[in-house]
């Protein structure tokens, strides 16, 4: 498998097509190493895997293997059911040392029996050879980039864009990303269509078949995506991509809306419909996407080989107002951006469901390009979904909880304090004399008084519970304090701020690597631009990613 890439100084380099022989790596005890060369042949033997990156964001952000999907240790347990929900998946870990092997016991404590981990870890991975690319959702982004190459998807400059604006030109710009991004900030005038409701509601967005039609992004990739989809779904206007999206208009200086809060949706109206549910059977049948019903997927649950994901693609405000129960909210647009953010089981089957099949289809028909098995259920809105007949984890465990006054008894007989939501929530806010601590680098438990113990507190329940039974299972005793300022005041504790602690360099719950493009740096932006249009050459072929990207649509 040839997977060019980058350095860890996002500096372009060339891989090995395979790793080289290399000596041995000491393995965490009671733990299955492999070597990479080993991993990248299950990445390509066509059966399921799971091949995770345990650090948490920063240090993942700035270099991790191409197909690696991020689980940060510090939170793991909690968060594995939903990505790998097939207890005897075959797993790769990625780890830091003593996380891989605290991580294997944990897994193994789940039920999961197929557990190893990448000897060496990174260090291992890069010794071989092998590139580590910077920035997150980086399949999706390479997969955006290598579609406008396959399809020619054509594009126009910001300047150009606002010269026919002033003109008065017949123009629609929609945006095709999230609506809570739509209501930071956008391109002046653009509508916001938010991943494939660019094609659901195109008619009603759109009534003039005359119109250019202009979608934007905050970058590249979904501003390719949503045009590519129009295109591909036959709409008859002239599509285009911003280049760059919003950052492409801030480097030509123009200015953009911000803070715009977004009234509510009408219903998509019955033309609009009915013509996106013509697209969307065209595009089912140019793309081979198969539409399965509630038989079908009965079939498929209860196969105890194999991974069926169900998600259901339509706006998370429609799944919050009712939805099938044990279906989880993926809006289509955002799953192939950052799939690996729902789906970390390579080889597995995703079966996709809506209202009516339009949004599932024109999603699967970018999915399948991606590589995956995708499947489309039209309807499937109320009720429950199928079980999966394979063998599921464990729920994880979970520490002891104190009452307000329990807690602030211990804290006055000695107890440490410690904080265990992300850096940047402890700069805004967080208990006097708490100090902030994350699972991966909790440091050596015997800096703890064992007499005295912990008190774990955070808003988010999941770090520190696991924060917790890390501690118990060194021998300190330890229990939560639920947080949140209420709770913290009744434990007797102020709620202070601190915005230089912890320091940058602690942050590793952070990634860096040009975080600040979108507030004022142009620099950082046009880096950013440049990285995402030479991810096709770093990725090589688009098969080596495991992308199957199709012909060109008939027009």
Not at 347 to 367: E, K, N, P, Q, S
């Amino acid at each position: 498998m040839t997977v060019p890439a980058f350095d860890r100084k996002g500096t372009a380099v060339t891989a090995f097509p395979h790793a080289p022989a290399q000596t041995p790596i000491e393995t965490p005890a009671g733990t299955t190493g492999i070597d990479p060369r080993t991993l990248l042949h299950w990445l390509e033997d066509g059966g399921e895997i799971a091949f995770l990156d345990l650090r948490e964001e920063g240090p993942f952000g700035e270099g991790h293997p191409l197909l690696a999907v991020n689980i940060p240790f510090s939170r793991l347990e909690f968060d594995i059911a939903a990505l790998v929900p097939r207890a005897d998946t075959r797993i790769v870990l990625l780890a830091e040392e003593p996380a891989a092997a605290q991580a294997a016991s944990r897994l193994s404590a789940l039920g999961y029996t197929g557990v190893h981990v990448l000897s060496g870890g990174v260090e291992s991975w890069s010794a071989a050879g092998l590139p580590l690319f910077p920035s997150v959702n980086v399949p999706g982004k390479a997969f955006a980039e290598c579609v406008e190459h396959a399809y020619h998807t054509p594009d126009i400059e910001a300047a150009e864009l606002d010269r026919l604006v002033r003109a008065g030109a017949d123009l629609v710009i929609l945006d095709s990303r999230t609506a809570d991004e739509f209501e930071r900030f956008h391109v002046p005038g653009a509508v916001s269509a938010p991943g494939a409701e660019i094609v659901h509601r195109f008619a009603d967005l759109v009534p003039s078949p005359d119109s250019l039609v202009v979608v934007s992004c905050a970058g590249r990739t979904r501003g390719i995506i949503g045009a590519q989809a129009l295109i591909n779904a036959g709409i008859p206007n002239r599509v285009v991509a911003l280049s760059g999206g919003t950052q492409g208009w801030r480097l030509a200086g123009f200015e953009l809306e911000r803070d715009t809060p977004l009234p509510p949706r009408p219903p998509v109206g019955p033309k609009a419909r009915e013509t996106a549910r013509r697209h969307a059977a065209d595009l089912a049948r140019r793309f081979a996407v198969p539409v399965i019903d509630r038989a079908a997927l009965e079939r498929l649950r209860a196969d105890p080989a194999r991974t069926t994901y169900l998600f259901d693609v339509r706006l998370p405000t429609e799944h919050a107002g009712g939805h099938a129960e044990g279906v989880p909210s993926a809006q289509g647009g955002q799953l192939v951006q950052a799939l690996d953010k729902w789906a970390a089981t390579r080889g597995a089957r995703i079966v996709l469901t809506d209202d009516d099949g339009v949004r599932a289809t024109v999603t699967a028909h970018w999915l399948r390009q991606l590589g995956w098995d995708a499947l489309v259920l039209p309807g499937l809105v109320s009720g429950t979904a199928p079980p999966a007949a394979h063998a599921v984890p464990a729920a994880p465990p979970r520490a002891k909880v104190l009452s307000a006054d329990e807690a602030g008894d211990r804290l006055r007989r000695g107890a440490a304090l410690l904080f265990s939501d992300s850096s940047g929530d402890y700069r805004r806010s967080h208990p006097a004399g708490a100090l902030w601590a994350n699972r991966s680098r909790l440091g050596p438990p015997d800096r703890f008084d064992r007499a005295a113990g912990v008190v774990v507190t955070g808003r988010d329940p999941v770090t520190a519970h696991l924060l917790a039974l890390d501690l118990e299972e060194a021998g300190i005793p330890a229990a939560v304090l639920p947080g949140g300022e209420a709770a913290w005041t009744a434990a007797g504790l102020a709620v202070v701020t601190s915005p230089s602690e912890p320091a940058d360099a602690d942050r590793i719950d952070h990634l860096f690597w040009l975080h600040d493009r979108h507030s004022g740096n142009l620099e950082a932006s046009r880096a950013y631009l440049d990285w995402e249009l030479s991810l096709p050459g770093a990725v090589g072929t688009p098969e080596a990613a495991g992308f199957r990207i199709g012909p060109a649509a008939v027009r």
